[in-house]
C-alpha cells in the first residue's frame, strides 16, 4: 500500500449532522473523506472507487446499513467497516460482526471514540495487506 496515499473513508449516515461532525474532524486527522446520506449514492459511488474504511449507520430510509455493508465486503472484503447505530442491540451487533464489520459504536458517541477505532481499523487494514 502506497504511505503517500491518503487513507480513504466512506461515510453513511441519513442524519447530515453525523457527516457535519465527522468529516471535518477526520479530514483535521489527515483522511480522505466522503459523506453521504442516501445509501443508494453510497451504493452507487463504491461501483465508482475504492474505500479503504466504511462508517455506515444501521437504520436507513432504502438500503439498510446491514445491506450495505454486506455488499461492501462483498465487493471489496479488505474495506474495513465500521457501524456506528443509535440502536445497538446484542443482535444487531452481532449479526454486523458476523457480516465481518470491524467494530459497532454505539450514538451518541464522542469524536475521539470513531478516531481511535479509524486508527485500529486502518492498522488492521495495513497489516493484513503486508
Given amino acids: 500500500m502506497d504511505l503517500d496515499k491518503k487513507t480513504q473513508i466512506l461515510i453513511l449516515d441519513d442524519e447530515p449532522i453525523v457527516c457535519k461532525r465527522l ?9 480522505g473523506v466522503e459523506t453521504f446520506t442516501r445509501s443508494l449514492e453510497a451504493m452507487h459511488r463504491l461501483t465508482e472507487k475504492t474505500f479503504d474504511l ?4 444501521l437504520k436507513m430510509e432504502g438500503l439498510d446499513g446491514m445491506a450495505f ?62
Fill in 69 to 130: 455493508l454486506t455488499e461492501v465486503k462483498r465487493r471489496t472484503p479488505d474495506t474495513e467497516v465500521i457501524v456506528i447505530t443509535g440502536f445497538a442491540t446484542m443482535e444487531t451487533a452481532r449479526e454486523s460482526y458476523q457480516k465481518g464489520v470491524f467494530d459497532f459504536i454505539a450514538k451518541p458517541f464522542k469524536l475521539g471514540e470513531i478516531l481511535d477505532v479509524v486508527r485500529k481499523a486502518e492498522a488492521n487494514r495495513r497489516q493484513s495487506q503486508s
Fill in 54 to 57: 466504511v462508517i455506515t449507520d
Fill in 23 to 31: 468529516k471535518p474532524a477526520l479530514e483535521k486527522a489527515g483522511y
